[in-house]
């Protein structure tokens, strides 16, 4: 296994190669984009993968009709939201393989070529491989496409995830931590250790795949901007092996973007498992300012606004307790481990709808939060704990859904959270992307068929953001 150890934030990242002339790199990805003729489909394993994007659909489903709309978008890309990272791992399968084939059949139909790209976390959790393996056999099997490869990206910046060296680091202040040796690593559900992209790999295939058989891009080639020697170990792909893409600045995805189409060009077929970053650069999304209140509220109601926190990283934590200093909020809380006593849950649920309505109708704006306390059935109990916190997830949802009085915004913590309320609890089917309230916190703008339309949405992911970024947009939007 190798050795990796936490770096000083900004003597590693002054450490590596200069970075390439941006007008050059801009110059040569923009000519790719023109001529670069195949839909995204970003199929998001929880809302927050939206968080570099602008002026992009969400669905929220994945019906014919969904994906018939999307492709008929004159955008290239549109999302496809599966909230598979809250699924067992059956329910995943089921789904991509109903996504592949709605897909596949959907383009045939309209003839039109296409990319998939697998959005996980940048943390590395979720159902990985298992997601992008569904995608690639059931496509394979309907058609005479074959994937050549895989390309792995979590490189996120506004989240402080770099990929240097192979390794995956994830930023905390002025340490850059080895992904395996970061909380997000001991996830119950979602667990690794390696933090060597290609180990990962093998460790999450087990052994299907070895890390010394995977291709790496190596910062030295993009920065060096030796993209003939990019697209030459693209060109060499086959077996569905990997590529581990090395950044830590959106300059590193554009150059590997600019090899990755010109190798599709050349009739190579890709699978991409990434985090947000890719999505931006290769849907050709221009960079906008973070949104204002003015672009945002739009009711003037005279009605608080409504705050759900579900997410229980270390990171959700600490911005509730900054939270908890703003006098303008009233916190409720949510005892969902009453969940094992049904009568008294549904009793709880009732409390909290009732109360937040009272509030929020005096103009006040509501938190309502988890108890922070994790519900721990003990080992051996993964899959037993994941559906227990899928009930969890459906009585916060059932909160929003049951709720009379119309927020003057909502902001939920947390991506399966987030993911339930807006698909359940505010019942969107497409949603429009609006920008980015704050660097990797996204907002919808609800479509005319939610409970509430127009409004917006603040997608606020469990694990970004610093300790007072929560206060500084509940503050913005409550003004």
Known sequence: ????????????????????????????????????????????????????????????????????????????????????????????????????????????????????????????????????EVLKNTVEAQSDRVFDGEVIMPFFKEGGRFTIQNVHYVQDEDQLIPAGETEFAKDRTFGYTSSHLGEWVEEKSAGAFKSTDAVYLSLEDIRGLKIDRLVNQLMALKDFNKVVVNATEYLDVKVVAIALIRAMKEGKNFMFRSAAALTKIIGGIEDRTLL??????????????????????????????????????????FDVHLVLHPEKFEEEIQRVIQTSEQLIRKGKT????????????????????????????????SIVKKIKVRPSFIIAKGGITSSDIGTNGLSVKRATVAGQIKPGIPVWLTGSESKFPGLAYVIFPGNVGSKTTLKEVAELLHQ
């Open 292 to 333: 204002t209140r003015e672009e945002l509220i739009k009711d003037h109601s005279g009605n608080g606004g409504l705050i759900m926190i579900g997410s229980h990283v270390k990171k959700t934590t600490e911005q509730f307790e900054v939270l908890q200093t703003c006098d303008f909020i009233e916190f409720i809380e």
């Open 366 to 397: 509501v938190a309502v939060y988890t108890k922070r306390e994790r519900l721990d059935l003990g080992e051996n109990q993964k899959e037993g704990e994941l559906k227990l916190s899928i009930k969890i997830s459906d009585a916060v949802t």
């Open 1 to 132: 296994m190798t050795n990796s150890k936490k770096l000083n934030t900004t003597e590693t990242l002054n450490s590596l190669p200069t970075v390439p002339d941006e007008q050059t790199v801009n110059t040569l990805l923009n000519r790719e984009l023109k001529s670069f003729n195949k839909k995204i489909i970003v199929l998001d394993d929880d809302p927050t993968g939206v968080q570099t994007v602008h002026g992009i659909s969400v669905y929220t489903d994945w019906t014919f009709e969904s994906i018939e709309a999307g492709f008929a978008e004159e955008s290239k890309m549109f999302f496809i939201l599966t909230n598979s990272r809250g699924f067992t791992a059956d329910e995943t399968k089921r789904a991509h393989e109903e996504i592949a084939t709605a897909i596949r059949q959907t383009a045939e139909n309209l003839q039109k070529d296409f990319i998939i790209i697998s959005r996980g976390d940048s943390t590395l959790r979720g159902h990985y491989p298992l997601e992008t």
